[in-house]
Structure formats: C-alpha cells, structure tokens
C-alpha cells in the first residue's frame, strides 16, 4: 500500500488565546453595587466558593424589600401555613443573618419551633433524641436558609427529618438567596412533590 508524503499533522492546532473585556452590571439592583458579593475564593463552612454574598450585609441593605416579599409570599401560601404546628429547621453556620427569624416573625407570627442545627458537626441520634418530639407533633416543617448553592445541606437535613419517623420530611422551603442551576432547583421540587404531592414549594428573594 502506498502513501503521499502529506501530512496529516496541521500545522496549528489551536491560535493564541483571545482575551475580551469582562462587563459587569453595575447598575444591577443587587449585585456588585455593595461591599457583600465577593469574587474569588472563598472557603466558607467548609465549602468552597467562587462567588460569595455575605448574608447578613446583605439583609442589612434590603431588610425592607425581603420584608415586603415575606409579607407576601404568607399572602400566597394562604390556607397552607395557617393554623398549622410549624418547625422550622435551619443550618447552623458562621455566616448565618437573621432571615430565618424575620420568616418566623413575618410568616408565622413568632410561633414556630426554629431549630438551628449543623448536620455536619453532629451525629443523627442526637438530633433524633433532642429534636425528634419536636418534629414528630409539627404538622408543618419548613426549611430555612440564608443562602442554597448545591443543596446538600437542605438533603442532609431532610434525611435527619426522616429518621424521627411519622413519616415527616420537609414540607415548604424558603430561602434567602439562590445559587442553585434550574438542574438542582428542579430536583428540589420534585423532592417535595413526591412526598406532599404538591409543587411550587422552594421560594427565594432572589
């Protein structure tokens, strides 16, 4: 069999790399314009972040927009959320605000149980023996987070919620702040669609 001497090598395989300027929003209406979002990395609660917002800054800057949005998310959920024995369970973390005490206040009148706890310092049979009862006679149990990149701490939650046993688990999810793909969001709410046969049920600021 014979061959040409071409080669099948080309000559250049890629170019240089080409750089183009990054623009960046700055007149967004959240984002960039105060000293909470952070770029870079940032190891937060054992996680790692290329993106970060302190929550707590900012709470502070749009305490009265998340306000006026709690006031109307309870106008949405109507019948769902009242007269119900509500838990609301949050993560325990460094960067924690004071949202999950504003959705108690605003949504529930100060009368929810709120525990706060840390599923990753702590073993499942002492949230059971200490958290359990509480759980058990809560006709309504709401997860509760500043901010839900990857939800795995909301899984791992649910999962201690499942073990009390009454088979409960997480009925509603409010969140703070977002960071989750339409991927994860959209397991979420099947999630909790499965077990209450309901949808629509993880609702974020922003």
Not at 124 to 147: H, M, P, R, T
Request: glycine share 4%; charged share 30%; hydrophobic share 35%.
């Amino acid at each position: 069999m014979e061959t040409d001497k071409a080669s099948v090598t080309p000559l250049l395989i890629f170019g240089d790399p080409v750089k183009y300027p990054v623009e960046l929003n700055k007149d967004s209406e959240y984002l960039f314009k105060y000293d909470y979002y952070h770029y870079g990395h940032f190891r937060i609660d054992k996680k790692d972040n290329l993106h970060f917002i302190e929550p707590t800054i900012f709470l502070q800057k749009h305490e009265r927009e998340i306000q006026n949005w709690l006031k109307k998310k309870k106008a949405d959920l109507g019948p769902y959320i009242t007269e119900r024995k509500v838990c609301i369970i949050s993560p325990d973390g460094k960067y924690n605000s004071k949202f999950v005490h504003y959705v108690n206040e605003y949504l529930f009148r100060n009368t929810a149980n709120v525990i706060l706890y840390n599923a990753e310092s702590d073993y499942i049979s002492n949230f059971k023996e200490f958290y359990g009862d509480i759980l058990k006679n809560a006709s309504l149990v709401v997860y509760v987070d500043d901010q839900i990149s990857t939800a795995r701490t909301f899984y791992s939650i649910d999962q201690y919620i499942k073990s009390c046993g009454n088979e409960k688990r997480t009925d509603l999810i409010i969140c703070m702040l977002s960071r989750i793909t339409s991927v994860v969001y959209d397991e979420i709410e099947s999630t909790i669609g499965k077990i209450r046969n309901r949808r629509q049920k993880c609702s974020c600021f922003l």
